[in-house]
């Protein structure tokens, strides 16, 4: 497994090795020994899985707040999604700034999105599926959100906002520049 540091050091790509022959694939995804001295002492206490039909699907950017702020370890199960985490720590060297990852079935590569970030994905393939694995329980009263493609991020997505699917809740959230401080 090769643990890459993003250039915001607490984003990590992780890319297991797969071990193919004519049957097909094996691939190591999780080992808590490397994970803990890669990435950190972190307990997954839910699995998460979503499917996206149309390609252009849009989920996000999404986080919750203490006590019930979540880190998420996320692998394309199926398909290609274009996986983003955007530091909105204001304490942070790198508040605003994101980190976007292609993660897809064909590599098994993963992205840790670590408390402290907003996440979403936008789907590259019809009927995509992703799993997460999170450090907390989803937590209605505690999620929060930021307009996925507010142009104060400049994250650049791979669909317009004319053609990408949207949910009606995703349409709604606050700019980055209203969002309360939540994790200061």
């Not at 297991?16 to 997954?44: I, N, Q, S, Y």
């Not at 290609?80 to 079935?105: C, K, M, N, W, Y």
């Not at 590599?107 to 997460?132: I, K, R």
Request: with cysteine.
């Amino acid at each position: 497994m090769i643990f890459e540091h993003c250039h915001i050091s607490d984003v990590v790509k992780i890319i297991p090795k797969r071990h193919a022959d004519p049957r097909g694939h094996f691939t190591e995804l999780f080992r808590l020994d490397l994970f803990k001295a890669h990435v950190g002492d972190v307990t997954f206490i839910q699995h998460n899985q979503s499917m996206s039909r149309p390609a252009g699907t849009i989920r996000g950017l999404h986080y919750q707040i203490d006590p019930a702020a979540q880190g998420k370890l996320v692998r394309c199960a199926r398909g290609a999604i274009l996986d983003v985490a955007v530091d909105i720590r204001r304490s942070s060297p790198t508040f605003g700034q994101h980190v976007a990852v292609e993660l897809s079935s064909e590599t098994d590569s993963q992205l840790w999105v670590p408390v402290g970030f907003a996440h979403g994905f936008c789907t590259l393939t019809p009927d995509a599926e992703v799993w997460y694995a999170v450090t907390n329980t989803y937590s209605p009263e505690h999620e929060r959100g930021i307009l996925w493609n507010d142009p104060d991020l400049a994250i650049d997505w791979p669909v317009s906002a004319q053609a990408a699917t949207v949910g009606a809740r995703d349409m709604l959230q606050p700019r980055f520049k209203d969002y309360a401080a939540d994790f200061a």
